[in-house]
């Protein structure tokens, strides 16, 4: 928070990195929003720029990110993964080793201190694998305020584990029963509550997503991932990587390694979307290899919808990649021609998760299984000798019951 | 002359308010939507508003967001409206090719198709305006001005969470009429609505020569007749999109006559259509 990133990279000044005035990507982000929600993401916005600006604000969430989540994350070169994949060295940064295991604490504790400063009463957010809620249900509890999760009936059968805890901790967990029943529904209830109730409550957004400045709050908190293994790297290797690689949903931790790499034009920014079960449409969530330009909650970016602009279903293994929408700097990155996006499918991803816990016994989220997928392809791709960052943006213990269920082994 | 700005000058010299129906477009099926537009029509409806289906309405509450689904899963697409709507004003009867239509529209759905061509076919179909309600002010320029060369009104919203100041500048962008939301929240029936209402409503006339339309949470004859009193027009919509719910499993005209005995009894609060 305290340094930007361009006074300790390299900028390219070609690529702004901040949103403009409407909190345009270039041509993406801005507001696509009822008028109901405006005045509300206008007084967001002031109350961002005054936090960021508060070297009180920076101090405590710097504290509660070293004292509470346990950061720095270590950066871990995984020898025998980068043996198993036969090219360079990967690194892991480890966001699975957070409290509450996974990147979304960053934000989440960020998010729910701006909502305490603007004297909101209640937070609501929305989730898919459930990360960010239990990230935000934490964050509500620690700062002794009323939380509301949105989660789709798909994802409650799919995590249970995720929303017993969250209950647990004194959040409210509301199902929702419309559409596909999962984080695009239940992103939608989430806007309709806050539609209603913005006077008194915050709406935490989980990824890079949203109308402006939600895109660029939770790119500016998750950047902490990069910052850290951007120093960590140049300390255990003394060069910047060859690569980085993330997997992207809505795109939050990949944001958030990516940012800080973004003017280092030597470093290859690889993303990883959910290829599914395929190439047809509704088989997988791969909104910027396979979208188009669009809108949908809230901002335009690359969006997986029809020819009349409807959103169309999408599959992932991945609850959390479960998505047919994409943060707008990523397509923003994906039209510059800085991050490179690829798909990587269900079968690619489960292999990875069995890897790496045959390799190096750590087990990944599904979401990070599709980084390490990726990972596996760019380390053979670049060779010996060079080095790659793969982000583990969370742990597997949250899909130990779906990937036994897909095994035909239940754990009941 | 639109068909909008026509309709609110005869109203105006008959001190009439409008009644203003919102239905989905192919909610449960096109051809019923056609006789019910001519139903409401028949019964006092003044103006229509179309709602075109959409995946994700962030601003509908369960009644019109189910009834989304609905047209949806029929395989309802924006093409096949613009056709229904425009065998309508060919082949409908003088008063139904007079009633003022516009489009309730996600800027999603405008902006896949293009704005050029979304307004083109609207203006073809026979519309007269739309209501883009997840299109702030911010962004709607180059939509405003192009609805613009099409004689097409685009109708801004004003919230209870507008600040004045910005209520204002909305009122000096829009054309056709103001939409003003009665509620903070999403579309759906309540029982009471805010106590400022009135007052805010009052105040915005004093802003603004263009009629000002009430809308959101409106639901029955007793508040359509206390709204007249300050507003230009009301707006029906989740009162009337409830009574389509399970209309695919009985007789269309039982359904008709449903939709048109509720307007008319909308219609009779406000004093009964002219003639």
């Known amino acids: ?412 | 002359m639109n068909r909008i700005d026509a309709l609110f000058a005869r109203l105006k010299a008959e001190n009439r308010r409008a009644l203003m129906p919102f239905l989905t477009a192919g909610d449960p099926d096109l051809a019923t939507t056609a006789v019910l537009i001519q139903e409401l029509v028949r019964r006092g409806a003044d103006l229509l508003e179309i709602g075109i289906p959409y995946s994700d309405p962030v601003a509908d509450g369960p009644v019109i967001a189910a009834s989304y689904h609905r047209a949806l899963t029929q395989g309802v697409r924006v093409g096949h409206i613009f056709q229904t709507l425009r065998t309508l004003r060919a082949e409908g009867d003088e008063a139904v090719r007079e009633t003022p239509l516009i489009s309730m529209v996600s800027y999603s759905i405008v902006n896949r198709m293009g704005v050029e061509r979304y307004l083109n076919d609207a203006a073809t179909a026979g519309l007269d305006g739309l209501i883009v309600p997840d299109l702030p002010v911010e962004e709607s320029a180059r939509l405003q001005e192009k609805a613009t060369q099409r004689d097409l009104k685009l109708i801004q919203l004003i919230t209870p969470t507008t600040p004045r100041a910005r209520a204002v500048e909305i009122a000096r962008l829009t054309t056709g009429f103001i939409y003003y939301v009665s509620v903070a929240g999403i579309t759906g029936e309540r029982k009471a609505l805010p106590e400022d209402l009135k007052e805010n409503v009052a105040w915005l006339r004093t802003q603004t020569d263009l009629p000002i339309c009430i809308g959101f949470g409106i639901g029955s004859p007793e508040q359509v007749h206390e709204l007249a009193s300050v507003a230009d027009g009301l707006i029906v919509g989740s009162a009337l999109v409830r009574r389509l719910a399970d209309a695919a499993n009985r007789p269309r005209a039982d359904v008709v006559k449903e939709v048109g005995d509720f307007i008319g009894s909308l219609s009779e609060a406000l004093g009964g259509p002219a003639n």
């Open chain 1, 1 to 412: 928070m305290t340094q930007p990133a361009s006074t300790e990279s390299s900028a390219t000044p070609t690529i702004p990195q901040t949103p403009d005035t409407l909190g345009r990507f270039g041509a993406f982000g801005g507001r696509f929003v009822p008028e109901t929600l405006m005045d509300a993401l206008n007084q967001l916005s002031e109350a961002y720029e005054e936090a960021r600006a508060d070297p009180e604000f920076v101090r405590e969430l710097e504290y509660y990110w070293k004292d509470y989540v346990g950061r720095p994350s270590p950066l871990y070169r995984a020898d025998r993964l980068s043996k198993f994949a036969g090219g360079a060295d990967i690194y892991l940064k480890r966001e699975d080793l957070n409290h509450t295991g996974a990147h979304k604490i960053n934000n989440a504790i960020g998010q729910v201190m701006i909502a305490r400063r603007m004297g909101k009463k209640r937070v609501i957010a929305e989730t898919g694998a459930g990360q960010h809620g239990v990230a935000t249900a934490t964050a509500c509890a620690l700062f002794g305020i009323s939380c509301t999760v949105y989660m789709g009936e798909e994802d409650i059968r799919r995590q249970k584990l995720n929303v017993f805890n969250m209950r647990t901790m004194g959040a409210t967990v509301v199902p929702v029963a419309s559409g596909s029943k999962t984080l695009r529904d239940a992103t939608n209830e989430a806007f309709r509550d806050w539609m209603g109730s913005s006077k008194e409550t915050h709406y935490t957004i989980g990824s890079v997503v949203g109308p402006h400045p939600f895109p660029m709050i939770v790119r500016d908190f998750q950047s902490v991932i990069g910052r850290e293994a951007r120093a960590q790297i140049l300390e255990k290797v003394d060069r910047l990587p060859d690569a980085v690689v993330a997997c992207v949903g809505g795109g939050s931790n990949a944001a958030g390694i990516f940012y800080p790499f973004i003017g280092d034009a030597e470093v290859e920014l690889v993303g990883a979307e959910a290829g599914g079960r395929g190439g047809k449409a509704g088989d997988h969530a791969s909104s910027l290899t396979q979208g188009k330009p669009g809108v949908l909650h809230g901002s335009f970016s690359y969006v997986l919808q029809d020819d009349d602009g409807q959103t169309q279903d999408v599959h992932s293994i991945s609850a959390g990649l479960d998505y047919p929408g994409v943060g707008p700097e990523h397509a923003f990155w994906k039209d510059c021609g800085r991050v490179r996006y690829e798909s990587v499918t269900d079968a690619e991803a489960l292999a990875a998760y069995g890897e790496a816990a045959r390799q190096e016994g750590i087990l990944p989220a599904l979401e990070s299984s599709h980084a390490i997928a990726q990972a596996f392809k760019e380390a053979r791709r670049l060779g010996a000798g060079k080095v790659l960052i793969a982000c583990l943006s969370g742990r597997g213990d949250k899909d130990a019951y779906e990937v036994a269920r897909l095994r035909g082994e239940p754990l009941g």
